[in-house]
């Protein structure tokens, strides 16, 4: 680890005796430290130790008001449960039994007063050399991870995309279905990262189609009952390539692979009804039927706006839930009046 990134540190001083602290950052300071706090009152300790953000806490064990052991327990409290807290104790008690409490307590390493300057610095270093490849170590996992679900996401994607070009030749009906549920995820009041998720996630919902055989998939005219049986199991299939990611946009596509043809009358696939359909399922039942109302299908003609729209209210509270279709009609204006500005 560089000694610019070391000496660049946040470094917390605390103790109750103003010459000891003074001392500290003079030893500091001469090492090349630059941004360092110094504290001298206990109880001052646990709102600054959240304000400064030390990489490394310089802790005084024996003091009025909190002891060492008192603002260790604070601190912990408050961190991630894998979090690490960098803290050096001070103490002149040099006994077995004071250096095993402390280390027990939260402390990393420990040193005895009267202060050692070598010692000092070594030891600090050695604390932050541990901080710096934790972060490091911690930041690689992120992007890995991230990483690892970008390509996730891509690979179902792409198989999205070629289930959708088998009965749609732009291929633009998984686009346009995850852009108007997300919609309707905001217009319903989810956040800002619900609404990220739900365009992502709704663009998978027809993905089970892929095994769904191109004699009923392209049949221009009505399926027949047992062709319709085939074809449903395409919720099905998509809950199952979806299932089992620890990804939160891909756990969402499996719900909205399944449930994306239930009915809010209970007259859908699975029979699911009303609140027993989960959310999602709901908003992409509304967005997925209107794509189709609008656009040409190899089995059907896309039919006007104004008939899809009479069409869209003739299913309140019988394929839709009244809520997200208050939602839909809500967005839809708001977009058209938009566009004719």
Known sequence: MGSVLLTAARILIVDDEVPNVRLLEIILQQAGFTNICTCSDARQVSSLYDSFQPDALLL?????????????????????PNGYAPILVMTADSSSSVKQKALSSGAKDFVTKPFDATEILLRLNNLLEVRFQRLLLERTVRERTKDIEAAQ???????ALAA??????????????????????????LSYAQVCLFEEAAALHDVGKIAIP?????KPGNLTSEEFEIMKTHTLIG????????????????????????RWDGGGYEGLQAAEIPLSGRIVAVADVFDALTHNRPYK??????LALAEMRCQNGRQFDPDVLQAFFSLFE???????A
């Open 301 to 306: 003609k896309a039919l006007s706006m104004e």
């Open 153 to 159: 996401r891509e690979t179902v994607h792409r198989l």
């Open 214 to 218: 191109d004699a009923i998939l392209l």
């Open 60 to 80: 005084d064990l024996m003091m009025p008001w909190l002891d060492g052991f008192a603002i260790m327990e604070q601190i912990l409290a408050r961190a991630a």
């Open 239 to 262: 809950d199952q390539i979806l299932s089992g990611s620890t990804s939160q946009s891909l756990q969402l596509a499996a719900q909205i692979a399944r449930t994306h043809h239930e």
């Open 334 to 340: 708001r977009r058209h009046l938009a566009k004719a």
């Open 164 to 189: 959708e070009y088998r009965d749609d030749a732009t291929g633009q009906h998984t686009r346009r279905v995850g852009q108007m549920a997300a919609g309707l995820a905001g217009e319903l009041g």
